[in-house]
């Protein structure tokens, strides 16, 4: 009976938190060729090919309302050539399902503009 009744919390724990635990990826390497769809063999080039993706995915439901994005930089120097501007669409959908901006865990990332 004490297994039955863990098993049915744990279900119904899970049931609950699981989605929150889904993250995406979008990755953004100032090396790469134009042109890249943002996974880690073809990423994104510029941060503005990023940003608009994360965006168009949200606003076409391809990311659930609990599913935390991280954008990832691989290290680099990126040129910034107009403002970056972050509003309510770069920010999540809502605090279980923010979007991360943040360099991979190796290297330095450095935003440059003129």
């Given at each position: 009976?004490k297994?039955t009744?863990?098993?049915?919390?744990?279900?119904?724990v899970?049931?609950?938190?699981?989605?929150?635990?889904?993250?995406?990826?979008v990755?953004?390497d100032?090396?790469?060729p134009?042109?890249?769809?943002?996974?880690?063999?073809?990423?994104?080039?510029?941060?503005e090919?990023?940003?608009?993706?994360?965006?168009?995915?949200r606003?076409?439901?391809?990311?659930?309302?609990?599913e935390?994005?991280?954008?990832?930089?691989?290290?680099?120097?990126?040129?910034?050539d107009?403002?970056?501007?972050?509003?309510?669409?770069d920010?999540?959908?809502?605090?279980?399902?923010p979007?991360?901006w943040?360099?991979q865990?190796d290297?330095?990332?450095?935003?440059?503009?003129g």
């Amino acid at each position: 009976m004490k297994m039955t009744y863990w098993c049915c919390t744990l279900s119904a724990v899970l049931m609950v938190w699981a989605p929150r635990l889904r993250a995406c990826e979008v990755h953004v390497d100032v090396h790469a060729p134009q042109g890249g769809d943002g996974s880690a063999a073809r990423p994104f080039h510029t941060v503005e090919e990023a940003q608009n993706a994360v965006r168009a995915r949200r606003s076409a439901g391809f990311l659930g309302a609990f599913e935390r994005v991280d954008v990832v930089f691989a290290p680099g120097d990126y040129r910034i050539d107009k403002t970056v501007v972050l509003d309510v669409r770069d920010s999540g959908s809502n605090e279980d399902a923010p979007v991360v901006w943040r360099a991979q865990k190796d290297g330095t990332v450095r935003f440059t503009g003129g």
